[in-house]
C-alpha cells in the first residue's frame, strides 16, 4: 500500500529566506504526486502535482517541488518566503499502478514564516 | 465557478446521536471524497464516489456510510455517534476518475460530539 512521510510536524524561516518543507514517498510503482495547503478553518488548496515529465513542478504562488526517484522524494520550495505562506502544508500519494487506490496524505507540516 | 459547498458547517451532537453531512461539488465534477481531519490522525479518508458508485473505501467502522446521487451531490452519514468522531469532515470533488486528478477542497464541516 502507498504510505507518505512528511518528517517535520514544523518548520519555521524567516521572511525572505528560501523554504524547503520534506516529503518522502512509498508505492509500488511510479507515483501521483500532490501538495495541498491548509489556512487556518479553511479547506485544503491545491497546489502543484507530479504525475510524470519534468521534475521541477511549478505550482501555485510561487512554490514548486522536485521529484526525485531514487530518493522517493518530493519536496516543496520557494526561493523567498512570506509571513502570509504560514499553513499546514500536506503532501499525498496515489500509486496508479496498484489499481483504484485513494488518495493518501501525509500528516502535515506546519510552515510558519517570521517577519 | 462556484466552489465546493458543504453544509452544515458546525454541528454538535450528542453521543448516540446521528448526523448527515452534505456536500455539493463544483460544477461538471463527477467524483467527490470525503475525509476525517483530526489533530491526532492527520487525514484520513474515509470514501470515494464517481457517478453514483463508491469506488473506493477507508477503513472506518460501519457507522460511516456515504452516498452520491445522480446530481453529484453527496451525502456521509454517522450513526451512534461516538465522542471520538469529533472531527473536520471534509469533501473533495475533481473533475473525473483518473487518479492524477487533482481534488477540490470545501470548508469541511466541524463537528463535535459531546
Known amino acids: 500500500a502507498q504510505s507518505v512521510a512528511q518528517p517535520e510536524d514544523q518548520v519555521n524561516v524567516a521572511e525572505g529566506n528560501p523554504l524547503t518543507v520534506k516529503c518522502t514517498y512509498s508505492v509500488s510503482g511510479n507515483p501521483y504526486l500532490f501538495w495541498y495547503v491548509q489556512y487556518p478553518n479553511r479547506g485544503l488548496q491545491f497546489l502543484l502535482k507530479?504525475?510524470?515529465?519534468?521534475?521541477l513542478v511549478k505550482g501555485s504562488y510561487g512554490f514548486e517541488a522536485e521529484f526525485n526517484k531514487s530518493q522517493t522524494s518530493f519536496h516543496l520550495k520557494k526561493p523567498s518566503a512570506l509571513v502570509s505562506d504560514s499553513a499546514l502544508y500536506f503532501c499525498a500519494v496515489r500509486d496508479p499502478d496498484s489499481g483504484n487506490t485513494p488518495l493518501v496524505f501525509g500528516k502535515g507540516t506546519r510552515l510558519s514564516v517570521i517577519a | 465557478k462556484a466552489g465546493v459547498t458543504q453544509t452544515p458547517r458546525y454541528l454538535i451532537k450528542t453521543r448516540g446521536q446521528q448526523v448527515t453531512l452534505s456536500c455539493s461539488p463544483i460544477s461538471g465534477h463527477r467524483s467527490v471524497s470525503w475525509y476525517q481531519q483530526t489533530p491526532g490522525q492527520g487525514l484520513q479518508f474515509l470514501f470515494e464516489y464517481f457517478s453514483e458508485t463508491q469506488r473506493n473505501k477507508g477503513n472506518f467502522p460501519g457507522r460511516f456510510s456515504g452516498r452520491q446521487f445522480s446530481n453529484s451531490r453527496s451525502e456521509m452519514n454517522v450513526s451512534t455517534l461516538e465522542l471520538g468522531d469529533s472531527a473536520l469532515y471534509l469533501c473533495?470533488?475533481?473533475?473525473?476518475?483518473?487518479?492524477?486528478?487533482?481534488?477540490?477542497f470545501g470548508p469541511g464541516t466541524r463537528l463535535t460530539v459531546l
Open positions: 473533495a470533488s475533481s473533475l473525473g476518475q483518473g487518479q492524477y486528478n487533482e481534488q477540490f
Open positions: 507530479y504525475i510524470t515529465g519534468d521534475n
